[in-house]
């Protein structure tokens, strides 16, 4: 079946240092893969998304690669702020399900 | 341009009494879906809708659960009777319709929290 797996939290950093969260999934065929951000009292939002093998999503300082050799999409940034404190989610979609697959969630917290 | 918008943003019942959430849509979007988050875990799809019709509702409790979406716009969940296991976040979201099983970005609300007691 379709399933995404996530790096357990929470995860406490300090502010600029290097973020990392793991995603691998389980999926036949070619998923899209994607990263949702849930601020604190917010809505889930796209953060980004890769739709093929190799192809990298970014926006606002974070990325992702699309391996399907590992099977993974993790999350990155280079210096994180305070500002970044949420909760990230790792999803896939798969064609013909037309339905989201989350993993866990990841709590991060940046502090100064 | 409003985004989803839930209501309540909080419910606090006892347990075997009803509730329902409403939520409506970004204008223009075909596409609603209900997820349920538990506590520490990702959203799970209930029930999605294309316009007013249920299209996959395979996950949906239909012994107390009921959606609907009159004239493929606002829409309501309902929990009759609700349980202790139904504590949890749900969350509606819209999008544009798929085309050719493509992914269209699902907007999310802000979620409705449900504790039963």
């Known amino acids: 079946g379709n399933s995404v797996t996530q790096m357990e939290g929470p995860v406490t950093l300090s502010e600029e240092a290097f973020l990392t969260i793991n995603c691998t999934y389980t999926?036949?065929?070619?998923?899209?893969l994607f990263w949702y951000v849930q601020y604190p009292g917010e809505g889930l939002q796209l953060l980004l998304k890769a739709t093929k093998a190799d192809d990298k999503g970014s926006n606002k300082g974070f990325e992702a690669t699309y391996r399907k050799e590992t099977t993974s999409f993790h999350l990155e940034k280079g210096s994180v702020q305070v500002s970044d404190s949420a909760v990230y989610f790792c999803?896939?979609?798969?064609?013909?399900?037309?339905?989201?697959?989350f993993g866990t969630g990841t709590r991060l917290t940046v502090i100064p | 341009e409003a985004g989803v918008v839930q209501s309540p943003r909080y419910k606090i019942i006892e347990k075997k009494q009803p509730v329902a959430f409403w939520c409506n849509p970004i204008?223009?979007?075909?596409?609603l879906y209900w997820y349920r988050q538990n506590l520490g875990q990702g959203p799970e799809l209930l029930i999605r809708y294309e316009n007013e019709e249920a299209v996959d509702d395979s996950q949906l409790p239909k012994d107390r659960f009921s959606a609907e979406r009159l004239k493929g716009v606002d829409s309501t969940l309902k929990i009759q009777p609700a349980e202790l296991g139904d504590s949890a976040v749900y969350l509606c979201?819209?999008?544009?319709?798929?085309?050719?099983?493509?992914?269209?970005?699902?907007?999310f609300g802000p979620g409705t929290r449900l504790t039963v007691l």
């Open positions: 204008s223009g979007h075909n596409t």
């Open positions: 999926a036949t065929g070619y998923p899209s």
């Open positions: 979201a819209s999008s544009l319709a798929p085309t050719s099983g493509g992914y269209n970005e699902q907007f």
């Open positions: 999803a896939l979609w798969k064609t013909g399900a037309n339905n989201l697959f």
